[in-house]
């Protein structure tokens, strides 16, 4: 059988334990998994962490999944995909808010790549409701996000509020 690939992509501003999970997760089924940090992104706004930053955080949070590896990438999702010769493009949902958004991206991506195909994994129950943008709250009001978050992570986010 061919190697398996698929490409996680996100912001991951930074990246929260509910990544590391699906990413695990992920692994667990795939024979190879490349996490794609978006270099520049559109629907958010400005990010706290460089792409070097984040793709370092992440690189340490999956230290232990020996197949998989990050990579950045300022292209189209589906782009990047055919580039690491993915087969699928693995994207967590957490409530339904993700659904929508998630429904419209997979129509525009079936479209332009309709060989690759678009796999959901379900957040795990402890991480249905966690969220970069969320942590990233938190810590900036001076909330314990140790939890939350890689330990490199929750070290740099309190730097980060107390500046
Ligand atoms: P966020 O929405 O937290 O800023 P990203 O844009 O970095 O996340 O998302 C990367 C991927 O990880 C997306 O598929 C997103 O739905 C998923 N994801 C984010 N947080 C979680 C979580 N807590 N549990 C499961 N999947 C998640």
Do not use: W
């Amino acid at each position: 059988m061919p190697e398996r690939i698929a490409v996680c992509p996100g912001s991951y501003d930074p990246v929260t334990n509910g990544h590391v999970d699906i990413i695990g997760r992920t692994a667990n089924v795939f024979d190879t998994v490349v996490v794609g940090v978006v270099g520049q992104a559109i629907r958010k706004s400005k990010a706290m962490f460089s792409p070097e930053e984040r793709k370092a955080f992440l690189e340490e949070a999956i230290a232990g999944v020996p197949n998989a590896r990050v990579e950045i990438f300022t292209n189209l999702v589906v782009d990047f995909a055919r580039e690491q010769n993915a087969t699928a493009i693995v994207k967590g949902l957490r409530a339904i808010s993700d659904f929508e958004y998630e429904f419209e991206m997979n129509q525009l991506n079936r479209k332009l790549a309709p060989e690759i195909e678009s796999v959901y994994v379900i957040a795990s129950p402890n991480y249905s409701f966690l969220s970069s943008t969320g942590v990233k709250e938190m810590a900036t009001f001076g909330g314990d996000v140790s939890d939350l978050v890689p330990a490199a992570v929750a070290t740099a986010l309190s730097e980060r509020a107390r500046r």
